[in-house]
């Protein structure tokens, strides 16, 4: 293996919840500080979201592996649970042994939550993969919030997820649960390349790297890229590139490597256009004169209107200065004429057409005959 190459004590970038390898980003320390003062002062449901692979389960490890011992925690990961299986799995890790039902069970675990409530003592039930229990399951834990005291809780549970959890509590047939919510967190994803860098530095260190600049700049920019900041990802990426470096024997892991990595997995950033859409001008559909004469009607100007109704029909009264003048007026609301239309090549007529011109065009056409060919 690449352990001995690279100079490491044992595997820095295994796919486990490891604890000790816990990199605290500022959403990190968020979510602790949340974990931290909803347990100590007793708030009851506290939910914590965050993306797949972003560290939502080594982070509820690591917290657990440092509460005092004389907090009791529950810890469920396994969300495909029935109602019985729920309560069956509770009693198991609240050692309450002697029940029949769940009428049995509730009474028993009440009295050993006040118990330790009475003697000063903390009880957490932890929840991860919150997302994918049913709605009867959730249900249940919101009962188990009624474990409480007037003025306490005596149960603090931690449900965790992915994004889907919050869509899970925003059905309207869970919004007592979700007014249960006495905090709320989000675990994010490393937000820019360096602290990309300094997530991988930060693993190499702890599996005894003497160098952590194993992955070259080049490379970590890349592994962010491919990754979108998400832990997991970059764990994947980095371990299969040390696998192929030790192969290739390179002492440095390059941007090249990166890339072979992530195409072998499907992880290639998606690529993205510089250029910008250049959007045309709308071609425009009427003459200047014809928008001479809506902008007059527009402004109720009917003497403009007369000018231009007159310039457009060609009865200027065989003036034609008066013609002119006109025309310059018009120039004052209107840009000058566009340059001649064609269609199909052949220049659009300007002039009046009468209605014998226009039945000989129709006739022409062919569309003015019968099935036979017959004139109509």
Known sequence: MYIEFYGLKELPFALTPDPRYLYFTPSHTEVMANLHYGIESGRGLIVVTGEVGTGKTT???????????????????????????????????FNIGAWENKSDL?????????????????????????????????????????????????????????????????????????????????????????????????RLKVAGAAKSDIFSPGAVDYIFRCAAGIPRNINNLCDNALLN??????????????????????????????????????????????????????????????????????????????????QDSLSLVSPSPEPEMKSNGYSRRTDPISINELGSAYSRSGNGRGNNGQSL
Request: aromatic share 6%.
């Open 59 to 93: 982070l509820l490890r690591w917290m657990m592996q440092r509460l005092d011992r004389t907090v009791m925690v529950a810890y469920i990961f396994n969300p495909r649970l029935s109602v019985a299986e729920f309560y069956q799995y509770l009693a198991t890790l």
């Open 245 to 326: 470096g030790f192969a290739s024997s390179a002492p440095v892991i390059s941007r090249a490597m990166i890339e072979e990595v992530a195409a072998t997995f499907d992880m290639l950033p998606r690529r993205t256009s510089d250029t910008p859409l250049v959007h045309n001008e709308p071609s425009r559909i009427f003459n200047s004169s014809a928008r001479a004469e809506l902008w007059a009607a527009g402004n109720g100007d009917s003497d403009l209107r007369s000018q231009v109704s007159d310039l457009r029909s060609g009865n200027g009264n065989g003036h034609a200065q008066d013609a002119r003048a006109t």
């Open 106 to 202: 509730l009474i028993e675990l009440g009295r050993v939550l006040e118990s330790r409530h009475n003697r000063g003592l903390r009880t957490v039930l932890v929840v991860d993969e919150g997302h994918g229990l049913s709605t009867e399951v959730l249900e249940e834990i919101r009962l188990l919030c009624n474990f409480e005291s007037d003025t306490a809780k005596h149960l603090q549970i931690v449900l965790t997820g992915q994004p889907e959890l919050r869509e899970v509590l925003n059905q309207p047939n869970l919004r007592q649960l979700k007014q249960r919510v006495a905090l709320r967190c989000e675990i994010t994803a490393l937000p820019n390349v360096e602290e990309t860098a300094q997530y991988i530095a930060s």
